[in-house]
């Protein structure tokens, strides 16, 4: 499995962003996906997941409301669409892959592939 993310970049409070993660390398459609950040001198974290058919979602509690996790298995591509962005939500954001169970994944745990990254940075 490869993992490609983008959509990164540099953007005022209050504003929005929208990430983009492209899969390669297997069926796109058995697979759990899932974003998590990491902020500088922080560990990485859990952002949100959704299940293979797109219906399912899961989202961290610093995160819910602003952001939306999508899915499209056609394309094979995972979206982290993020408003209402903070300085505390700069970060290296990364897109993730998993075949565990959902019970397991929706928690952030489980993941098995993970994308390089890209950086977001909310200015104040």
């Known amino acids: 499995v490869q993992l490609q993310a983008s959509g990164g970049g540099l953007v005022q409070a209050g504003g929005s962003l929208r990430l983009s993660c492209a899969f390669s390398?297997?069926?796109?459609?058995?697979?759990?996906m899932g974003w998590f950040r990491q902020a500088p001198g922080k560990e990485r974290e859990f952002v949100a997941a959704?299940?293979?058919?797109?219906?399912?979602?899961n989202y961290d509690d610093a995160v819910k409301g602003r952001f939306t996790i999508s899915r499209d298995n056609a394309k094979n591509m995972v979206y982290l669409q993020m408003n209402m962005l903070k300085p505390e939500d700069t970060a290296v954001y990364y897109c993730?892959?998993?075949?565990?169970?959902?019970?397991?994944?929706?928690?952030?745990?489980?993941?098995?592939?993970w994308g390089q990254g890209t950086l977001v940075t909310v200015s104040s």
């Open positions: 993730a892959a998993s075949k565990s169970s959902w019970a397991t994944t929706r928690l952030g745990f489980g993941f098995e592939y």
């Open positions: 959704i299940g293979w058919g797109g219906s399912s979602t």
């Open positions: 390398g297997r069926t796109f459609s058995n697979y759990y």
